[in-house]
Nanobody
Framework: QVQLVESGGGLVQAGGSLRLSCSAS????????MGWFRQPPGKEREFVAA???????IYSDSVKGRFTISRDIAKNTVYLQMNGLKPGNTAVYYC????????????????WGPGTQVTVSS
């Protein structure tokens, strides 16, 4: 059974940094894309970043230059380094995985973690 577990969320002041981790288990994810999405309070889930099995990397415009996604295929783990955090980045952050090239679309991912809360104070 595929399982994704996020960690690393928490409370941070504006301008600070957090590093999220997502550990996947249950099968080989070597040919799977892994992505990060977030859902701010009262809003819909939105794409943040993704890394394909072939190391393609894509970011939303709002986080480009501040967030970095990386992946350790051997450990089935994907990371999201978040620098320069803003109050508007407050959200529940989810990781997702599937065999897809449609990295930006939540519907393309069949496997999701439960999410981790990130709160950025002003």
């Amino acid at each position: 059974q595929v399982q994704l577990v996020e960690s690393g969320g928490g409370l941070v002041q504006a301008g600070g940094s957090l590093r999220l981790s997502c550990s996947a288990s249950g099968r080989s994810f070597k040919n799977f894309a892994m992505g990060w999405f977030r859902q701010p309070p009262g809003k819909e889930r939105e794409f943040v970043a993704a890394r394909g099995w072939n190391s393609d990397t894509i970011y939303s415009d709002s986080v480009k230059g501040r967030f970095t996604i990386s992946r350790d295929i051997a450990k089935n783990t994907v990371y999201l380094q978040m620098n320069g955090l803003k109050p508007g980045n407050t959200a529940v952050y989810y990781c997702a995985t599937d065999r897809t090239y449609n990295y930006k679309y939540a519907a393309s991912y069949g496997y999701w973690g439960p999410g981790t809360q990130v709160t950025v104070s002003s």
